[in-house]
């Protein structure tokens, strides 16, 4: 939702509390001696909060251009992607090799990616720590490409529990 301004002339209150450039707040003001000001800088006056309960409203010496061009720069900031891919324990040589290419292919788009290991049941619960070996090993694949948070063992529902750990693609300059 962007924020529509008042500026000059079309600001309708007669006082108004100006944040001056130089001075600071000035409260009180006439809207045509702020307006004076404004002018004699070569700067818009913009209305930055409306007047309410009583109160004057807030304007201030700025250039309009600028304000309209960081707040549209605002707006269009990028949203991080995260991606996740899924392993069991006992995945094939091949099928990992396709699943760290895909990984791969995420870390050079900037994505950042979930890699996680599943494990179920009790027989393979009671081989935990080989899983986290192997998990360990997995992960240092991606050495060149990223970064990643310490590896995270949580339960995911009845008998299912997941090693996980976060990979963030390095920033290159």
């Excluded at 209150?13 to 702020?34: Q, S, T």
């Excluded at 600028?66 to 269009?76: A, G, I, P």
Aim: glycine share 2%; charged share 40%.
């Amino acid at each position: 939702m962007k924020k529509e301004y008042r500026i000059n002339k079309q600001i309708e209150e007669r006082i108004v509390d100006l944040v001056h450039p130089d001075k600071g707040l000035e409260k009180n003001m006439n809207i045509n001696d702020a307006l004076a000001i404004a002018v004699e800088k070569g700067l818009d006056l913009v209305e930055v909060s409306p007047a309410k309960d009583k109160k004057n409203s807030i304007c201030k010496i700025i250039d309009y251009g600028k304000l309209k061009y960081k707040e549209s720069k605002k707006h269009k900031a990028h949203k991080q992607v995260t991606k996740e891919i899924r392993f069991n324990v006992n995945i094939s040589v091949h099928d990992l090799e396709v699943k760290n290419k895909k990984v791969h292919e995420f870390l050079e788009k900037k994505y950042i990616v979930r890699y996680s290991m599943e494990i179920r049941g009790y027989r393979e619960k009671s081989f935990i720590e080989e899983a986290r070996d192997k998990m360990e090993e997995y992960v240092e694949e991606f050495k060149e490409q990223a970064t990643w948070v310490p590896l995270k063992i949580y339960p995911s529902g009845n008998r299912i529990m997941r090693i996980s750990t976060v990979l963030s693609p390095i920033k290159k300059n």
